[in-house]
């Protein structure tokens, strides 16, 4: 089972760009192991999760901390995660279980990435999907 995030008083201190970069190398360390392996330990599909929450947090605290190049570039790793939201059904089948501990809102899609796989493939099978 995936462990969950201890909150550190550090985290306070991380500039959105740090956590920026922090989610663009979890996550692409992720990708890559998926690609390579097609799969990976738990554990490294749950920190890019919970890099993303850090990455939410310090936007929340600093609304302006993010460069206009740097937005962009969180939006295409935002695209890439959703893309790959299969394999992190697959790479993380306890998703479920960590949501109801952590019980994220909907605006915090990254939480909710097996019931994207889930609408795709249906709709990728024609059946009706579910709102």
Same mark, same amino acid.
């Given at each position: ?16 760009? +740090?956590?920026?970069?922090?989610? +663009? /190398? ?14 990976? +330990?738990?554990?490294?599909?749950? !920190? ?14 600093? @609304? ?21 939201? /299969? ?5 993380? @089948?306890?998703? @479920? ?10 605006? /915090? ?17 024609? /059946?009706? !999907?579910?709102?």
């Amino acid at each position: 089972m995936a462990k969950t995030k201890a909150k550190s008083k550090g985290n306070e201190k991380v500039k959105p760009s +740090e956590w920026l970069q922090w989610y +663009e /190398h979890h996550l692409r360390f992720w990708l890559w192991c998926m690609r390579k392996y097609r799969r990976c +330990e738990p554990e490294e599909a749950d !920190v890019v999760l919970f890099t993303r929450e850090d990455l939410w947090e310090a936007m929340k605290r600093e @609304p302006n901390g993010l460069t206009k190049e740097e937005r962009k570039k969180l939006r295409e790793l935002d695209r890439e995660l959703k893309a790959h939201a /299969h394999w992190m059904a697959k790479a993380l @089948p306890d998703l @479920p279980k960590i949501r109801r501990r952590l019980k994220p809102p909907r605006s /915090h899609w990254w939480w909710f990435l097996d019931k994207l796989a889930e609408r795709e493939k249906r709709q990728q099978t024609g /059946h009706k !999907v579910a709102k």
